[in-house]
């Protein structure tokens, strides 16, 4: 148990469906992050959200649609997604966005589209 | 460009020891982690380091090098719990973190 909690764990979709993805932290974390990973990639940040507000859009799609109603809550809004937009989607939390503290991840949504 | 260079996959004994290295070129440095993965789970925080030198925590320990780019992460008294992915990341003086592709790290009987 990380403190760090995401759901659905897993999701298969079709390329016209629209889906939510879900991550809630009680770790009491100022900053939280969607991280994308893909079998024998680096880990791909997506977007960065510090006290709610986005800071980081790493030109991630925009059938990625995140939204952050609190410091506690984060979404990850999918839409006619592709097939190579399979992947597992990470979930992190951290004290802040420029602090050298650890990032605590929630153990994934492996989404998969056909 | 930032790169992280780590390998693909190592296999290693029970018990044995086992080093698995990581090479870095950032923009600025604010410090280096190491995550492992078990298959299916959250990645969690192993160690960090900033400063040169052997940071120590039980079986684990990991090494830093600033001058050269150059980490490792050594597990010792190795135990099948410990088959996993290692992920090396460096923080860049922006506290972007980059990430190498990670290391599968095999433990046999």
């Known amino acids: 148990e990380t403190g760090v909690t995401q759901t659905p764990r897993h999701l298969v979709m079709g390329m016209t469906n629209k889906k939510s993805l879900k991550c809630e932290q009680h770790?009491?974390?100022?900053?939280m992050y969607w991280y994308k990973q893909s079998a024998k990639k680096p880990l791909e940040l997506m977007f960065v959200?510090?006290?709610?507000?986005?800071?980081e859009n790493n030109s991630v799609p925009s059938r990625f649609s995140p939204e952050c109603p609190n410091s506690s809550h984060l979404f990850l809004h999918l839409h006619t997604l592709q097939p190579e937009d399979s992947a597992l989607y990470l979930c992190?939390?951290?004290?802040?966005?420029?602090?050298?503290?650890?990032?605590?991840f929630g153990e994934g949504s492996r989404l998969t589209v056909l | 460009g930032q790169n992280i260079d780590q390998p693909t996959e190592m296999t290693a004994t029970e018990g044995a020891i086992v080093q698995i290295n990581c090479t870095y070129q950032?923009?600025?440095?604010?410090?280096l982690f190491w995550y492992q993965q078990h298959a299916g789970e959250a990645p969690t925080f192993l160690s960090y380091n900033v400063l040169d030198g052997l940071e120590e925590k039980g079986r684990f320990s990991s090494f830093l090098s600033r001058s050269k780019g150059y980490s490792y992460l050594l597990l010792k008294e190795l135990q099948m719990k410990d088959s996993a992915s290692y992920l090396c990341?460096?923080?860049?003086?922006?506290?972007?973190?980059?990430w190498g592709a990670g290391t599968k790290l095999i433990i046999k009987p």
């Open positions: 990341a460096v923080m860049d003086s922006n506290y972007q973190l980059i």
């Open positions: 992190a939390s951290s004290q802040g966005v420029e602090v050298t503290g650890e990032l605590f």
């Open positions: 770790l009491g974390h100022n900053a």
């Open positions: 959200y510090n006290f709610k507000e986005q800071t």
């Open positions: 950032t923009s600025g440095f604010n410090g």
